[in-house]
């Protein structure tokens, strides 16, 4: 525990020393601020249009930054031979991969809640401003899909020899997941038989953190009769007092697998090394 | 002898009914057999009903005034049996002020009116069926009258309309209440009847025209039903000034639905947070002007909609403004669409660029509903701006807005903006300090 500790302080050491955290969070609250601004006498509520446009530009930015600030921390160890050194300390790949994840995480929650700050205090300066339960949902979406890239991003930086390994493959899943997701999904999944293509939907729809977390929130957002008749019981068990646990429950399982993977190919390196 | 001082009331009560010139009958005391005084009034009479609870079911077979005292304290006529609580068979017969409590769940409606030229004026309907039900009967009014369903956990399906016409025509419905019943206001084969300024809630759809003609549906406000207003196979229907709100949370929830309707005007509307505000399926020349659609998740959607004229309305803050289908025969001009950006070059407050409506979506989730989930997603959105095959034949309004009209309604009130603003404001500081905290030593 003391293991992990030290090694989450050192990569909060160094994340909020890193230039690149400092890009992402002016990045991210410019682009908050411009939504707000273009969005002026509005007030954002509910399922609306600027809460869907702020939804999308959250799902734009915020996996791409979690994947480069994880997958680069991990491969940096790699590069600069910093982990060579670690390893010949008692201490364990796991401790080290928590410790990581717990480090960048509080990273990525400081660029969140600033992006935010800025956006709710200037917003109700300006006249327009957020509902406090949208503004709320809003918040713990971009920070669930924030935690559930940092997963994936760990797991490319178990993968990755270098950093640009790293970007290469980041960017790539960032693509498949954010932009050609439904293009892909329609292409391949309307070859199939009728039947299948709504319980196809729904497994891969689990594996995509990014289509998991903007389900739950539109739903959550009151959206959820934009799905369709097909997605009726979707709805219902969302919005049930079940729906926000076991919601939690996906989260913490889906990263717990990401780390365990990544946990099982860093030991097998391990002890090759 | 028990029945002698009733029949010494009754007696009374028919005295004092002939000889008051106006013709006006006191029922002093109860309980009482309402039915019996009702029997011996004379046609054209008024009967007074002093406070207190009258036991039915009844019927009314001569024209006359039935109302409750102006003092305090109710007149409630309960009915647990399966017919209707009151039965209207002869024409000109008034209701004013009564409570009906029918609460038994039955075929039979908790008012029936069977003759024309009723009115039915303040009353107070609780009902386990439909609350108020004319069949060929002409020229009746409803008014300030509340209709509420009486019994709890059914589905809506099974419950009765708030009123309920067929056959029925020229009736006025003004200035009602009704709420949690099926269908607010059916209207079935009944033509040009009146709908203005009633309140519908959660009921399912708040005004229904099937088979009618020449309807006037005004000034209305329906909120959390599935839909608002409702217009099938109906013809120069004229819904103006209504509000609609809040008709989001069933999957086929919309503000206003024309569905083969025809020659129908949809004007001055507000049409606010809906999932579908304006939706127009098979429905043929109709004019659709001024309305201000806003917060819904899509603004309109048209399915094999032609020849409608739609001008003027103002779309903002929905999800998507429009969607789409096998509707490019529409004359769609000066409407002002706020995901839209155009160029106005010679200054008229039109755009000169047009704004289509994309049909992939729509065309995609018909063949196969299960896409209904890519809604507005980032990579649908992405996949919408790289489709633009065969751009003419789509729906397009051809010269925009390029300012909505000054006068955008708010709706929402904006209480908690404040505590967001001060939350943002202690997230902004905390995250400042933090920075600060773990910034590189000097």
Redesign the interface.
Known sequence: MTEMRDVAAREMKIGFRNPWAYSFTALFALFMLSLLFINAQGYVTGYSGSSSTMLNLALYLLPLMALMLGSFSLTGEKEEGNWALLSTYPLGTWAFLTGKYTGLAIVLLAIVTFGFGLSGAVGSLLGGGFNFATYGQLFVFSLSLSFLFLGVALLIGTIAHNRWQALTIGVGIWFFAIIAWPSILIAALGMMPYTWIKPALTVLTFLNPAELTRLFTVVKLGGGSTLGPEYYNWMLWIRSPWGTPVFIGVLVLWIGTALTIAYRLWERERRRG | MRTLPFCLIVFAGIVVAVCLSSGQAYAEQQPLELQQLLDQAKPGSRIVLPSGTYEGPITISKPLTLQAAESAGEVIVRNVSQQPAITLQADHITLTGLRIVDEAVKESASILVLGNRSVLDQLQVRTGSHGIQAKDANDGTVKRTTIEWAVDGMRMADKGNGIDLYNAHRWQMTNNTIRAVHDGIYMENSDEALVSRNVIERSRYGIHCMYTKRTVIKGNEGKLNVTGAMVMAAEQVAVTGNTFSKQ??????QGILLFDAHKTTVSDNKID?N?VGLYVEQSTANQMERNQVS?N??GIQLVEASDNTITSNQF????TDAQARNSDDNTITGNYW??FRGIDTNGDGHSELTYAINPLFQG??RK????????????????EGLYQTERTRWTTDLSPLMKPHAN?I?T?H?G?????????????????L??YK???PK
Request: net charge positive.
């Open positions: 989001s949370e069933n999957v086929n929830s947070g999932r917060y998740f899509v903002w803050g929905n999800v706020d995901s995609l989730t196969r509903a299960a896409f209904q989930l890519f809604f507005q997603s980032p990579g649908m959105i992405f996949l955008l708010q929402e904006q908690d903006k404040l505590i967001t603003g001060l939350m943002g404001l202690f997230m902004l500081s905390c995250t400042s933090l920075f773990m910034r590189r």
